[in-house]
């Protein structure tokens, strides 16, 4: 079926973006799919770095929205000086305008929908070059997918698809016809695909509830992270409590359930506001972190870094620069949200914050299964209507700072990439094993 060694196609949006969890997720995989011997092929949008060390091919969308988004990542890495980069950037921006708005009057769908005619295109080719064992379709962008789909119908090769947030929810907030897309496109996974995988119990067992037929073809695998490399940075207690947020922040994810709780800290032993600070990496602060700001008087407290890009004096990555952030902070805050489809979702900075070593303050809605995994791991989960519970472990928090009492838990991470590539890779062997179980489209 495959040349020697296996050959996967692999269709991802996002790849090689620094910082982007979406990216991460599979791009951590790389490594440990070449060591079970499999070559990546992959396709991807022009917005990530080209990677050197696998054969990466980036096309850019058939649409003007796509093209809109994308092209603002595109000049940057075709040239050189800046002046000559804001002029394409303009230039572009013109020539597309009358395109998108005729687009987004048509079309209700994600800006990424049309890098699906790309990606299908170029799959052909590599197809037909290539002759790969199987085509892996993965998040964020649906249009990977999709493209997925077309690629496995018209070749006949086995689809695996990772998926990454829930297709559908309950509380939609976009248009209808974006909705009857992506329950479209689940329809699709659970009916012709070979291999799924979700990254929560509750979001397979919820899809299987909408589409039986999915059967035992659905999985669940828990993304971990790659064990990353600290650059030798290590705790040490400083001047300030650090407690550090890394992630994307925006009104249903935002940091005021903690800041009320620090608010209520800060009334029981008001001393605390002049050591604590809370360090946001990664994301601007939203509308709704804001107002709580300045409701609480938090100017002071709160620290925004902004996204961190690469840094020309060391040449780290934003990505690099973070780690060694999270490494010496005092606590890490993991804030799950209030979206409408948390309880099947678990922000994947998770995993990265499990390698650090250091304590994890996590903040719920009602996900039990992000509680069993920090359970596991040794931190501590909160609701984050606890105001009262919240505020008194960041007492405790304080007095075990000002006590020197915040050593490295001396924890490895379980939730290993490689322990995730190996549950695919051993699905994915099974299920070619099997002649005609599933049907093809």
């Not at 009602?366 to 008194?392: P, S």
Request: hydrophobic share 35%; net charge neutral; glycine share 8%.
């Amino acid at each position: 079926m495959a040349n020697s060694p296996r050959t996967w196609l692999i269709l991802s949006h996002a790849f090689n973006m620094d910082g982007r969890a979406a990216s991460q997720t599979i791009t951590d995989k790389i490594p440990r799919l070449r060591e079970r011997g499999i070559t990546p092929v992959v396709i991807s949008a022009v917005t990530g770095h080209p990677d050197p060390e696998i054969e990466h091919h980036q096309v850019l969308p058939a649409g003007p929205s796509g093209l809109r988004f994308d092209i603002r990542h595109y000049w940057p890495r075709r040239l050189k000086s800046p002046l000559a980069i804001k002029l394409a950037k303009a230039l572009s921006a013109v020539v597309i305008a009358p395109f998108y708005w005729i687009e987004r009057a048509c079309f209700r769908r994600d800006s990424h929908w049309s890098w699906y005619f790309s990606a299908y295109r170029k799959g052909l080719k590599l197809a037909k070059k290539h002759q790969p064992e199987a085509i892996l379709s993965t998040g964020g962008a649906n249009s990977a997918h999709y493209a997925g789909y077309l690629l496995a119908k018209k070749t006949g090769l086995p689809w695996l698809i990772e998926v990454h947030d829930p297709m559908i929810h309950g509380e939609w907030g976009g248009s209808q016809r974006s909705y009857d897309w992506c329950a479209y496109l689940e329809s699709l996974f659970c009916k012709y695909g070979d291999v799924v995988w979700w990254f929560t119990p509750e979001a397979r067992k919820r899809a299987k509830a909408r589409h039986p037929e999915l059967g035992d073809h659905g999985h669940v695998v828990y993304p971990g992270a790659l064990k990353p490399d600290f650059h030798g940075a290590t705790y040490a207690k400083g001047d300030t409590l650090d407690i550090s947020h890394s992630g994307s922040l925006h009104p249903t994810r935002s940091l005021k359930p903690f800041l009320a709780a620090l608010a209520r800290a800060r009334e029981l032993q008001p001393e605390i506001a002049k050591v604590v600070r809370v360090h946001v990496y990664g994301s601007g602060l939203d509308s709704v972190t804001r107002e709580a700001i300045a409701e609480y008087g938090m100017e002071q407290i709160v620290v925004p870094h902004g996204r961190l890009e690469q840094d020309p004096a060391t040449g780290k990555s934003g990505r690099q620069q973070v780690l060694e952030a999270m490494r010496r902070s005092d606590a890490l805050l993991l804030v799950q949200g209030t979206g409408p489809f948390t309880e099947e979702y678990i922000p994947s900075k998770f995993y990265e914050y499990a390698w650090t070593q250091r304590p994890i303050i996590g903040l719920r809605r009602n996900n039990d299964d992000i509680k069993a995994l920090f359970d596991q791991t040794g931190n501590a989960m909160y609701h984050e209507d606890e105001t009262e519970v919240i505020a008194q472990a960041i007492l405790e928090l304080y007095r075990r700072w000002q006590a020197d009492e915040l050593p490295d838990t001396g924890r490895e991470s379980p939730y290993s990439v490689e322990a995730a590539v190996d549950q695919i890779v051993d699905a994915v062997d099974k299920t070619l094993s099997e002649k005609g179980v599933r049907p093809k489209a």
